[in-house]
């Protein structure tokens, strides 16, 4: 189910490497620059251990309805990631907007342990939420 996608997404993301917090977003503009935030405001929560800034302010209602139908509880599952974290890295590479949708390719670890990835965004109010990762 993508909702459990989204989870190792998280979890595997959290795991990457890298010791210096580089805030990625700073190179985008407008609602391109709000999405980047949101997908650097994941990394800066985990940082400080905050499952529930994740969990009420990044992702996206369908996405804790998805966890909650699943008998799943958000914060536990996004402590249970941070705990498996060893460090955090999230890099922005690119971001593209289409209506009330986004997409965030991103790239986590450094060197030879960086990895691609793409998360799906959905705005909420004037914001951006994590829906799942893009596959």
């Known amino acids: 189910m993508r909702t459990a996608v ?4 998280l ?13 990625s977003a700073k190179g985008f503009k ?11 405001g994941l990394e800066s929560a985990a ?10 302010q990044l992702l996206a209602q369908s996405l804790l309805a998805a966890l909650k139908k699943q008998g799943t509880n958000c914060s536990t599952a996004v402590k249970e990631a941070f705990k ?5 890295d999230i890099t922005v590479k690119t971001v593209t907007i289409a209506a ?7 790239t986590s670890g450094t060197g030879s342990n960086a990895k691609g990835d793409t998360l799906a965004l959905v705005k909420v109010g004037t914001g951006w939420r994590i829906s799942s990762l893009a596959g």
């Open 6 to 9: 989204a989870l190792c997404f």
């Open 11 to 23: 979890a595997l993301t959290l795991a990457a490497c890298g010791t210096t917090p580089k805030d």
């Open 30 to 40: 407008g609602d391109q620059r709000t999405v980047a935030d949101t997908v650097e």
């Open 47 to 56: 940082r400080k251990n905050d499952a529930g800034k994740v969990c009420t």
């Open 84 to 88: 498996d974290a060893d460090s955090v």
């Open 100 to 106: 009330a949708k986004a997409t965030a390719k991103v």
